[in-house]
């Protein structure tokens, strides 16, 4: 990091303000008509990636936890369940790499709530802005986030053997619907970000939705062997739904129906859950 | 710029403001005029932040109504927005990024395209003394330049209306100073500037009115001088030539000013109480005339200085109790 090798202030002891310098500054220009949603959307986007430059560490939970999610699973259930690693890995690879970036869209809450904490969003919420701004630039920054663990997870999955059949079309297309999903899904993680009090209690209540959302689906065995009860849940859980259509997208034999329900359930999550959060938003 | 049927930045009547069962804002009246420095000056845990906070938009009053340039704080925040800009007590800028890209960034977020965004950058980081620190992070700035970076953010859009929430609360004297000199600037060019602060001074330096809060209330309004006076009392401080001389002078003091006077730590420093405006002399004229007495006796005089009243002295004389601390504003905020 070039900015991190800060020498000790010189400015501080020096400087002078001068009503003169100052006052030029002051001068009032002809303002810039306000930007457009999109423009102040891309300018919060920018303000992740600066953030992602200077603390790079933050990028340790999209590479180092989809390596490790990648690793245990396929050797630990393998042989016990498809008979051999790389046989457990054509049904795998799909669903850990829904599981991993599914789980890293609980970061967008976290480092909302972090974010507020701070102050810096007080002056965001006084700007002339489209109000979800803020928030819209902060999930396309993440976006970046899911796109670097997928492609993370699939490039272990191709060492280890994972062979799609619906070759480079078929495995972009698949990451790309689990974008879209991810992006809908982070709403949810917006709004408790600014519901709850702190970082700690955000992270505890995304455990306690993610945890059965993505083991009680259908990401490590097939349905077929697990009790009626549980199978109905698989069947209305929407990260299921989005492992089928993922896992069809990338074997070659798009699924139309979940492709379908993945689709509406972004929708409705973008809409209702973006809602409640600038509903809050405005209110905090 | 001011609203054009009263002159006013601000006009609030009656804004309550309940967290809870707490009262941050229990019926605050303000009347800003546009063009001025208006402090508001009070204790942690008047409501001082509460009301800025109401005043940016940032929080939704329960009761009351508020206008800024005419324009009411809930159903027309956007326009208000348009208008002010806040430097909040705790950093307002990402403390990650340099001081460079805060202002970019927030250059581009007023619509400046980025080229100009970065051009306008550089022509405030050098106005405030951060060209050599520009591209270093925030977070690594000290406290002063910190406070410049934010102020800087503030009036990138040369706002009409500029919120400053204790700007100098935790700064060394110098930057303090400094922050006052950036003020005094900012309203020469017309922009409107309402600071909340801790201290009688720096509201009496910079101020032209001042509304003293207290538990979410606005219990004294007026001009610096006529708040002093009303408080009535200063004190006035005395440095010998000889440290023998001081029982003397302490017993000159104290029959001139009509009050005790005490001995300081430093052996040749005296404090004694001023009585203010009785009608027959003003606190200064009393001061003058213990020092010529102090000078008729004989002692020799190597300083004096005639000091304000504290914000605790206000606070005793307004409230009848010391200014105490009534809860963490941030608790309440």
Do not use: C
Request: charged share 20%.
């Amino acid at each position: 990091m070039s900015t991190a090798t800060a020498t000790p202030t010189g400015t501080t002891a020096s400087y002078v303000p001068s009503a003169e310098t100052l006052g030029a500054v002051m001068a009032p220009g002809a303002r810039p008509p306000r930007p457009s949603p999109v423009a102040a959307s891309l300018a919060f986007g920018w303000r992740a990636m600066l953030k992602i430059k200077h603390v790079p560490e933050q990028l340790f939970d999209v590479t180092a936890f989809p390596i490790i999610m990648t690793l245990m699973f396929t050797y630990l259930f393998g042989g016990a369940l498809a008979g051999s690693t790389s046989e457990y890995l054509q049904y795998l690879l799909p669903g850990i790499m829904v599981t991993s970036v599914v789980m890293i869209t609980m970061y967008t809450g976290v480092g909302l709530n972090t974010d507020i904490e701070k102050g810096v969003f007080d002056r965001f919420r006084t700007l002339p802005l489209w109000r979800p701004a803020a928030l819209v630039g902060m999930i396309l920054g993440d976006m970046l986030r899911y796109v670097l663990a997928g492609s993370v997870i699939l490039a272990v999955g191709l060492a280890l053997g994972f062979r799609p059949g619906g070759g480079v079309g078929g495995v972009v297309a698949g990451l790309g619907l689990l974008i879209v999903f991810s992006f809908a899904f982070s709403w949810v993680w917006t709004m408790f970000g600014l519901l709850l009090r702190s970082e700690r209690s955000v992270m505890g209540v995304s455990m306690l939705v993610l945890f059965p959302l993505t083991f009680l689906s259908n990401v490590f065995v097939q349905p077929a062997t697990m009790p009626g009860w549980l199978q109905a849940f698989v069947e209305v859980n929407p990260i299921a739904q989005l492992v089928t259509a993922v896992r069809s997208l990338m074997a070659g034999t798009p699924d139309a129906g979940a492709i379908t329900w993945v689709l509406v359930a972004s929708a409705v999550f973008a809409t209702l859950f973006g809602a409640l959060t600038m509903y809050r938003y405005n209110r905090v | 710029m001011r609203d054009p049927a009263t002159g006013l930045a601000i006009e609030a009547s009656g804004l309550v403001k309940t967290f809870g069962s707490t009262r941050a804002l229990d019926g605050i009246d303000l009347a800003v005029p546009a063009g001025t420095v208006y402090g508001l000056l009070g204790p942690n845990g008047a409501g001082k932040t509460t009301a800025v906070r109401v005043l940016a938009t940032l929080l939704r009053p329960n009761g009351g109504e508020a206008r800024v340039f005419g324009h009411d704080v809930v159903r027309d925040a956007d326009a208000v927005r348009g208008k002010v800009s806040l430097t909040g007590q705790y950093a307002s800028v990402d403390e990650d990024l340099t001081g460079m890209e805060n202002l970019t960034l927030l250059g581009r977020l007023l619509g400046h395209r980025k080229p100009a965004a970065r051009d306008r950058a550089a022509q405030l980081l050098a106005a405030f003394g951060l060209t050599e620190a520009a591209d270093r992070q925030v977070k690594k700035y000290s406290g002063g330049m910190r406070r410049r970076v934010d102020i800087a953010a503030s009036i990138l859009n040369t706002p009409e209306l500029l919120f400053l929430d204790e700007p100098t609360s935790g700064l060394d004297p110098r930057s303090r100073s400094q922050v006052w000199e950036i003020v005094r600037s900012v309203v020469a060019h017309g922009t409107t500037v309402l600071l909340t602060t801790q201290y009688l001074d720096e509201a009496d330096r910079l101020a032209g009115r001042i509304a003293v809060v207290d538990h979410g209330r606005v219990i004294a309004e007026g001009t610096p001088g006529e708040l002093k006076s009303s408080v009535g009392t200063g004190t006035v401080h005395v440095r010998l030539r000889d440290a023998g001389q001081r029982p003397e002078a302490g017993r000159v003091l104290a029959a001139a000013l009509g009050a005790p006077v005490q001995a300081e730590a430093d052996p040749v420093a005296l404090t004694g109480r001023v009585a203010g405006d009785d009608g027959r002399l003003q606190a200064g004229e009393r001061a003058a005339r213990a020092l010529s007495e102090l000078a008729a006796a004989g002692i020799v005089v190597d300083d004096f200085s005639l000091g304000q009243p504290s914000l605790d002295e206000v606070f005793l004389v307004l409230t009848d109790r010391p200014a105490e601390p009534a809860g963490d504003e941030m608790e309440a905020a």
